[in-house]
């Protein structure tokens, strides 16, 4: 297990361009606000991230989330040892972009600097009409083969990042993670 200190508590959130990043980060930053806004709202307008986004989220202590567009791909692995664990999202709604998704989640489950961090696997958009169900992600990505050949704790949660479902769960993650680091 990965220790406070590698990384301090950046958390590496990563995923294909489109797949809902930034959304799910504004969304966290609402529910981890003060007032911890039980109605999320209509979402607000993001752009796509060019570079490198970082957030603050106070969730009982002060995290630090470490967005990486998705058209950073190539360069994402400068990133893996300076993060304490990663969430990786996965855009459930969109077919041409599950193969290059899995190479990339394979790549980064098998790199040496992130062996011992906890992953969190989001499948994102699953209000969209055409979402592919969980079942079907898990076969399509093999992740019962990934989740016993894996070195790191895996989770997999569903989410929409547009009307909130799944959001709590990623908190629950986020923290459980923090109190294992204590
Ligand atoms: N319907 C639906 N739309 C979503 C969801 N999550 C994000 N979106 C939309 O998808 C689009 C892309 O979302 P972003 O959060 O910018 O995606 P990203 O992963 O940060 O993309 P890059 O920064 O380019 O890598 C936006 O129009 C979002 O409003 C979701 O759960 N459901
Ligand atoms: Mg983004």
């Known amino acids: ?24 980060v504004k969304r966290l930053q609402k529910l981890s606000s003060r007032d911890g806004a039980k109605d999320l709202g209509e979402p607000p307008p993001t752009l796509p991230t060019v570079g490198t986004n ?7 202590k002060k995290i630090t ?20 664990c990663v969430l990786y999202m996965i855009d459930a709604a969109k ?33 969209l009409p055409c979402y592919m169900s969980l ?15 894996a070195k790191q704790p895996i989770t997999i949660v569903e989410t929409s990042a547009h009307d909130g479902t799944g959001l709590p769960k990623v908190m629950q993650w986020l923290r459980s993670v923090l109190h294992d680091f204590r």
């Open 1 to 24: 297990m990965a220790t406070a200190g590698r990384g301090g508590s950046t958390f590496l959130l990563l995923g294909g361009s489109g797949s809902g990043k930034t959304l799910l």
């Open 65 to 84: 989330v470490r967005e990486l567009g998705g058209c950073m791909g190539p360069i994402w692995s400068s990133y893996y040892s300076d993060c304490c």
């Open 54 to 60: 970082l957030t603050d989220l106070q969730i009982g």
């Open 135 to 149: 079942v079907e992600m898990k076969s399509l990505f093999r992740i019962q083969d990934l989740v016993s050949c």
């Open 95 to 127: 077919p041409t972009q599950i193969s290059s998704s899995c190479v990339q989640l394979l790549s980064l489950l098998s790199a040496e600097e992130l062996t011992s961090v906890p992953v969190l696997i989001i499948f994102n958009k699953i209000d």
